[in-house]
């Protein structure tokens, strides 16, 4: 992969934090501009070089921690992926199919099949790293000349740990029947816990991460095996913002927001949520499983900072996901909340590298009074579609009282003129299941768009059901006809 030349008298050190679950096996080797890496003298910091490097570790020399930015050359939703099958799998986090019965926990599986309409992986089992919540589906998929593989990664927690968030993987070869594991990854066909928190006191993200966007850098000069995987995520820091206008919203305002009983904190016990500051960060892997992290601008290791007092974006960043529109043109989605319109609202960010961005400001807020978005916008993904260029846009809507639904947004260009697609949702909580995993909101969606004559789209989306239980489901559009999506129920694939 050629490395986009930034600026001269490049750098060749990469700073990484070592907050990885297992030890790195992928250290980037090609330049940083020297201005992403001039920052404090900070403690625990692994500085690599590239000329080491390369005669310890040669087999990473088709790496590049820049992106190349030709959209010829971007595979972010169906790539090709060149795995390595001489890996031996450690039997403890071997792949796992989350349909078992010792995946979903007796105790906390849904009654009967018509209430796990849409379901397509449930909490992990007891004692697992996710057998406390689950979300943020990040969906790809790769085609292969002789196999279909998905890659899901979500934010998961246990029981133990309720607070604190980490990332993991499942696979699938069709993007409905999903494998887990319960552990930490080891090897680089395991799955299951990837990425943790990180551990140095001045970083960003010590208390949460999440994932929002993974983009898939490769060019056609070199072999598909050496494409690297780019985390966007939001980090989560103990920072306390202040909001005194609790009293005057209608719904509860928390940052990371929480759905378990033991940790609802609403208007029902008099206590109020809470708000932790956010910022966008970034990891990359070769494998998807082992990550480095990459720290940007911010003397956190953040990408960028939230905004002034009086910007709309002054209490948090979150969900940061990625798009590319052309040769050096990156664009980053992310959400916060419009302290002054007591609204969420969606905001773009601009970068030639990836690295370094350029806030644009807000381009969605609230809807109309009483719709199912009067109340905001936030966790928005963007995909761009494969036939007519255009920008699609899938949200979470909040409406009265906090409720949670799906709706759509169309641009030409992506970067301004969002219209919503309908005043109505394109996919609701189903409300009148009395037991249904996803009755109480739903949230968080991911677009794929497959190929074929059907045109289909897949929405991957954060359910939450009875107690606060949350799950990932999959609902389908009818052909290239994305006003409303149908849950999955066992469709051909």
């Not at 992928?26 to 330049?31: G, H, L």
């Not at 849904?110 to 057998?131: K, Y």
């Not at 009074?369 to 916008?377: A, L, Q, Y």
Request: hydrophobic share 30%; with cysteine.
């Amino acid at each position: 992969m050629e490395a986009t030349t930034a600026a001269s008298g490049m750098m060749t050190a990469i700073n990484f934090l070592a907050t990885s679950p297992t030890p790195r096996t992928f250290v980037p080797t090609t330049s940083l501009s020297s201005r992403w890496l001039s920052k404090p003298k900070k403690p625990n910091l692994l500085v690599v070089y590239a000329p080491r490097v390369n005669n310890l570790l040669s087999f990473l020399t088709h790496c590049s921690t820049k992106p190349d930015t030709n959209t010829n050359n971007e595979t972010d939703q169906d790539s090709t992926i060149e795995h390595n099958s001489n890996s031996k799998s450690n039997q403890g986090n071997a792949p796992s199919s989350s349909n078992s019965d010792e995946a979903l926990g007796a105790s906390l599986s849904p009654s009967n099949s018509s209430s796990s309409r849409g379901l397509v992986l449930d909490l992990g089992s007891t004692n697992s790293w996710d057998s406390g919540e689950i979300g943020s589906p990040v969906v790809k998929r790769f085609l292969g000349d002789d196999e279909e593989r998905w890659y899901m990664w979500y934010h998961g927690n246990s029981g133990e740990k309720p607070g604190s968030d980490s990332v993991g993987l499942a696979i699938s070869s069709n993007g409905i029947h999903w494998e887990r594991g319960n552990g930490p990854v080891r090897t680089s066909n395991d799955v299951g816990l990837v990425m943790n928190c990180g551990k140095d006191w001045w970083a960003f993200d010590t208390l949460s991460i999440r994932p929002s966007g993974v983009a898939i850098m490769s060019s056609n000069k070199v072999r598909a095996s050496s494409a690297v995987y780019w985390l966007y995520y939001t980090g989560y820091s103990s920072e306390k913002m202040n909001f005194l206008d609790y009293d005057s919203l209608e719904f509860n305002l928390e940052n990371p927001e929480r759905f378990q009983v033991g940790n609802l904190l609403s208007g029902e016990n008099g206590l109020k949520r809470k708000i932790n500051k956010s910022l966008p960060g970034l990891a990359i892997s070769q494998d998807g499983r082992h990550w480095a992290r990459i720290e940007g601008e911010h003397h956190s290791g953040a990408l960028f900072d939230i905004g002034s007092d009086e910007d709309w974006d002054s209490l948090f960043i979150a969900a940061p996901q990625v798009v590319f529109h052309g040769n050096g043109d990156l664009r980053m989605y992310y959400h916060s909340f419009d302290v002054e319109k007591g609204e969420f609202g969606i905001g773009i960010a601009r970068s030639r590298d990836g690295i370094k961005w350029v806030k644009l400001g807000k381009i969605m807020g609230g809807g109309i009074r009483g719709s199912f978005d009067e109340f905001g916008v936030k966790n928005a993904c963007v995909a761009r579609n494969k036939k007519d260029g255009k920008y699609l846009m899938a949200y979470e809507g909040v409406g009265a009282g906090g409720s949670s639904s799906i709706g759509l947004a169309v641009s030409t260009g992506g970067l301004k003129g969002w219209r919503r697609f309908q005043d109505n949702t394109v996919l609701k909580a189903e409300v009148e299941a009395e037991d249904g995993w996803d009755n109480k909101g739903i949230g968080s969606p991911y677009l794929v768009q497959m190929d074929g004559d059907s045109d289909e789209w897949r929405l991957y989306y954060r359910g939450i059901g009875n107690g606060g239980r949350t799950g990932i489901g999959l609902a389908v559009s009818e052909g290239s006809d994305v006003r409303k999506f149908t849950r999955w129920t066992g469709f051909s694939v």
